[in-house]
């Protein structure tokens, strides 16, 4: 299959390209397409076997469920039992937007597409021309990230092109994304509503609009004994090709340790790569240094890290130590997100 690449302008969207996007779709085909999240590689989420195409283009686990996008409020009734009221809020407070809920799915949706359960999740991205794609399709996109499993989530199309080229039909390419990191998942299914994935819509937000809301423990701790709920977090995600520590602990003794380490890494000829911010980054020798940018500014910091991730397995790195990030908003997703990649290997210092 030869992949075509396809500039979609943000100002200016190219309706026929997004035409035949949508055609290819319809017809059972698959498409990479921006969102303000990350890129997603979608597929006719009511037709089982686009969803099953899905699973074989990323070289994911078939057990691992694809979340449903829509483009309009309007079509949710059609793939959820109900709409409960927890879901209405929500829908007002954040959609279109990176909230991502759990429902129980109607007859309409094939368990394909929801790796089995029987419930599915679902969003309604905020970006222009995801909007309008899911729209040409037909209303209903499944999509997980256009990774091959086992990646980070591409944050351009060119890495897009790297992981899946030759295993989708098109690549819609709108520039970077906006936000960096997946949308944040709620499970609406439950009472109270939990939260399997932390995002760009923080617990305090939900809390502000639901109420009572829980955090799934195992998102942040190795060692809970429990399966984490959504299964995609049971896999470990992404490892990068080098040895990823966070290190965590008072900003000096933080640069002190990992400087320590990158002494013994350079006396050992590893290759050595650190991810500071823009404070610190005068602070480290290392052969490959990159920041994420102020630390005290959020949303840059997690719009930058999977970029460096791939830059850094790119560069072959074989030592990498990275900054820890504890705030309570969208920190909490970069550090998700980082604990994941790290495997959980944390230093206090
Ligand atoms: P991705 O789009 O690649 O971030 O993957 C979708 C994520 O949504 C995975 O982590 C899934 O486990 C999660 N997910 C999708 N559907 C469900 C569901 N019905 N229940 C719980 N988690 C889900
Ligand atoms: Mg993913």
Redesign the pocket.
Do not use: C, F, H, Y
């Given at each position: 299959m030869v992949t075509r690449i396809v500039t979609i302008e943000q100002q200016h969207i190219d309706t026929a390209a997004i035409r035949e996007a949508g055609e290819i779709i319809r017809a059972g085909g698959l498409v990479a397409f921006p969102t303000e999240t990350v890129y997603?590689l979608g597929g006719d989420a009511l037709n089982p076997e686009s969803s099953k195409k899905i699973y074989e283009a990323k070289g994911r686990p078939s057990d691992?469920?694809?979340?449903v996008h829509i483009a309009r409020i309007e079509a949710l009734p059609a793939i959820v039992r109900e709409v409960p009221e927890t879901a209405k809020k929500l829908a007002e407070a954040f959609w279109p937007g990176p909230l991502?809920m759990?429902l129980p799915?109607a007859e309409a949706v094939p368990k394909e597409t929801?790796?089995g359960?029987d419930?599915?999740?679902v969003r309604m991205p905020s970006h222009p021309a995801a909007l309008a794609f899911i729209e040409a399709a037909g209303g209903y996109v499944a999509?997980?990230?256009a990774n091959r499993s086992g990646r980070p989530?591409p944050t351009l199309a060119r890495y897009v092109a790297e992981d899946l080229d030759g295993r989708v039909e098109m690549i819609l390419d709108g520039g970077d994304v906006e936000l960096g990191l997946?949308?944040t998942?709620v499970?609406l299914a439950v009472e109270p509503p939990v939260i399997?994935?932390p995002g760009f819509v923080t617990e305090q937000m939900l809390r502000e609009t639901l109420g009572t809301v829980e955090t799934d423990e195992t998102l942040f701790r190795s060692d809970s004994g429990q399966a984490p709920?959504?299964?995609?977090?049971k896999y470990r995600h992404y490892a990068p090709k080098g040895e990823l520590t966070i290190v965590r602990g008072e900003a000096a003794a933080v640069t002190d340790y990992i400087n320590g380490q990158l002494a013994r890494g350079h006396k050992e000829n590893k290759k050595t790569g650190v991810i500071a911010t823009d404070e610190t980054i005068g602070r480290y020798e290392s052969q490959v240094l990159r920041s994420v940018g102020k630390r005290n500014d959020e949303r840059e910091v997690a719009q930058r890290l999977y970029r460096i991730l791939r830059e850094f397995d790119d560069e072959g790195v074989e030592l990498i130590y990275s900054e820890s990030f504890d705030g309570a908003g969208i920190s909490q997703a970069v550090m998700n997100r980082l604990l994941k990649a790290a495997g959980h290997r944390i230093k206090e210092v």
């Open positions: 997603g691992n469920p694809l979340i991502t759990i799915k929801t790796g359960l419930t599915v999740a999509a997980p990230s989530s997946e949308s998942i499970d399997l994935r709920k959504a299964p995609g977090m």
